[in-house]
């Protein structure tokens, strides 16, 4: 649908039982965030809230809360936009089909941005920061943020639309020691085109104009999460998905301004200028906690008339970016393999934070003359991975060969896992990146964005059978005695906490050569939790835990292991610490008081019966 607005995009989904209103005054202290993520647990929808305390802003959040919504609200136009990326991965395939991709060209060739002279809705009225809602979602944050921003920014060498970033960044607007109303904070992590755009500004020693557009016509903020091919204009995209040019101008100051967006906050990131910034409950699932991010310099807030906040809510998956993140698999899927040469596909696994964990299949074809067992081109194309944008943030990769199972699925987790673990040698398939970068939000590494890698590469036959059900002669000796089975083939146990690697490294180290001689026949895996009961109670848990708390070099062990020119493995299973540890950030916990105040929205006559 051409949506020219977000309220238009409103009313659509409203018509078509997609969106319902709250009426009921609502606190943005948490209360909101609790309210989004109890629909969101439903699978229910959209959600308008009328009646914000201390704001006379109304918002909505939920949008991309289903795929069946996002593909409602695309319905139009999603065919033509997953030619339009593929046509922009592989030039050569409009020569091969040209009357499959011609429709979607015109529209590609309609979707140029819009430079607008007069009468932009967005120009209808100025605010101040503290009038819009000061949505907080988690009880530790450190002040409100903007979770569904539209931040963009030019190249100070080549101005102008065609080559400016539009990215997905929090924005601080309260808190810590910001100057409430004239600065908010900056965040944005590794691998992000503002940095580039940044770092040629302070260069200059010149402050980079930034512009920070809420709202507008939903293609926008999926624009502007988007991972797009080199060279496709987040702007270009936008105007293709919604079906209308993305309309801009730029203001008396020099600011690029979305006119059909329904708040714009504009200002000056002044070269070294940062301050605190955080904490933040993120997508990890844990608090993303206190660092120096930059500092920007608020000069102006603009709305349209009527205008409507647009937000979401950020925790442990799965959230609505999970559905936004199907919703790029939709559109994306098939492009990512042309980018790597054999690979199949790849999986950033969502209940385990997107980034610590990735799934991954590629071809095994350096030497078919040769009847071999082991990973090779395998290893190629997980260097490639690992080196690949926001790709290179994973902890984890774990890859298997398409010839052995071309029906694979690398969103069944515990079938990838039992595919993987049937088939790897554990003396030779694991490989160690030491000594370098994470995703920033990431705290279970030596550092902020510091960090570790490994790759657990699988290839050929079936080796052996996995174990279903703990074996009834295991026994293991303290301190980790306390035992169940989260997948095939894998032991999750508990029964000492984190102490420091300097005493926890000895311990463990002593306990793996102590169970050397036990028969570990089906297991391959063993991880030590805090809580076993809970790492085993689901798949989704299991992930969570094992990759969002350890870091491969430091946490990473194995019975009866060894170390031959410079490479380890072991003979036994391998052992995961995933305890956690005193560097770590806390994990994120709801609120009771709060939670109990949704409950009543939830009564007979009240906003959500029905619902939850």
């Known amino acids: 649908m051409g949506y020219k607005s977000l309220a238009e995009c409103v009313a659509d989904l409203e018509r078509n039982g997609h969106l319902i209103r709250i009426k009921e005054e609502v606190d943005p202290y948490l209360e909101m965030a609790a309210i989004h993520m109890r629909v969101f647990d439903a699978q229910g929808p959209a959600l308008y809230f009328e009646n914000i305390k201390g704001s006379r802003f109304p918002a909505v959040s939920n949008l991309f809360g289903t795929l069946e919504r996002s593909k409602f609200m695309f319905r139009d136009t999603l065919h033509h936009v997953k030619k339009l990326v593929d046509v922009k991965m592989d030039p050569m395939s409009v020569f091969k089909k040209p009357m499959h991709y011609m429709s979607s060209s015109l529209v590609a060739a309609s979707a140029l941005p819009l430079k607008k002279k007069s009468g932009a809705p967005i120009l209808y009225g100025q605010t101040k920061i503290s009038e819009l809602p000061q949505i907080v979602n988690w009880p530790k944050d450190g002040g409100a943020f903007v979770t569904m921003p539209q931040v963009y920014t030019e190249d100070i060498d080549s101005p102008g639309i065609m080559q400016a970033n539009l990215g997905m960044y929090r924005i601080q607007l309260s808190g810590n020691d910001y100057i409430l109303g004239a600065e908010v904070g900056l965040h944005y992590q590794l691998h992000r085109g503002i940095g580039i755009h940044q770092t040629k500004a302070n260069e200059l020693g010149k402050p980079l104009k930034v512009s920070i557009f809420v709202g507008g016509p939903p293609s926008h903020p999926l624009s502007a999460v988007m991972p797009l091919p080199e060279g496709l204009s987040e702007a270009i995209f936008a105007g293709a998905l919604g079906n209308r040019r993305f309309r801009y101008f730029y203001d008396d100051e020099g600011f690029c301004l979305s006119a059909d ?41 603009y709305h349209r008339k009527n205008p409507i906040w ?36 790849v999986n950033a696994v969502d209940p385990a934070g997107v980034h610590p964990l990735l799934f991954a299949i590629g071809s095994e074809r350096y030497t078919p003359y040769q009847d071999l067992d082991r990973p090779q081109e395998l290893l190629t194309i997980s260097n490639q991975i690992l080196g ?17 199972n071309p029906q694979l699925d690398i969103y069944d987790i515990p079938a990838f896992f039992t595919h993987i673990l049937e088939r790897i040698d554990l003396t030779r398939d694991l490989h160690f990146l030491t000594n370098t970068t994470i995703d920033t939000l990431d705290y279970s590494g030596d550092g902020l964005n510091a960090g570790s890698k490994v790759t657990f590469a699988a290839v050929g036959t079936k080796k052996r059978n996995l174990a279903t059900e703990v074996p009834k002669e295991l026994v293991l000796p303290r301190p980790f005695d306390k035992v169940k089975l989260a997948i095939p083939g894998v032991l999750v146990v508990d029964g000492r906490d984190f102490v420091s690697y300097e005493q926890d490294a000895d311990v463990i180290s002593q306990w793996s050569r102590s169970v050397k001689m036990v028969d570990f026949t089906g297991i391959q895996m063993i991880v030590l939790v805090d809580d ?19 870091n491969p070099s430091h946490d990473i062990y194995g019975v009866d292991s060894f170390t031959t020119f410079k490479h380890w493995g072991c003979n036994g299973p391998v052992i995961i610490d995933a305890r956690s540890k005193p560097h770590h950030a806390p994990a994120l916990v709801m609120d009771p008081i709060i939670e109990s105040k949704v409950n009543r929205l939830g009564e007979k006559g009240r906003s959500l019966y029905g619902i939850i």
Do not use: C
């Not at 714009?264 to 904490?279: L, N």
């Not at 076993?532 to 350890?550: E, H, I, K, L, P």
């Open 310 to 345: 647009s937000f979401t809510v950020v925790g442990r998956p799965p959230q609505e970016d999970t559905s936004f993140g199907a919703l790029i698999h939709e559109i994306t899927g098939s492009a990512m393999p042309k980018q790597i040469s054999g690979l199949h596909a």
């Open 388 to 404: 690949t944008n926001q790709l290179s943030l994973a902890k984890y990769l774990f890859i298997s060969a398409f010839e052995d």
């Open 261 to 301: 967006a329904d708040f714009v906050i504009t200002g000056m990131v002044y070269p070294q200028d940062t301050k605190p910034e955080g904490p933040f409950g993120d997508h990890i699932g844990y608090y993303s906690l206190t660092h120096e991010f930059p500092l920007m310099k608020v000069h102006r807030v």
């Open 532 to 550: 076993a009961g809970f790492a085993a109670d689901s798949v989704n848990n299991f992930v969570w835990v094992t990759f969002t708390r350890s």
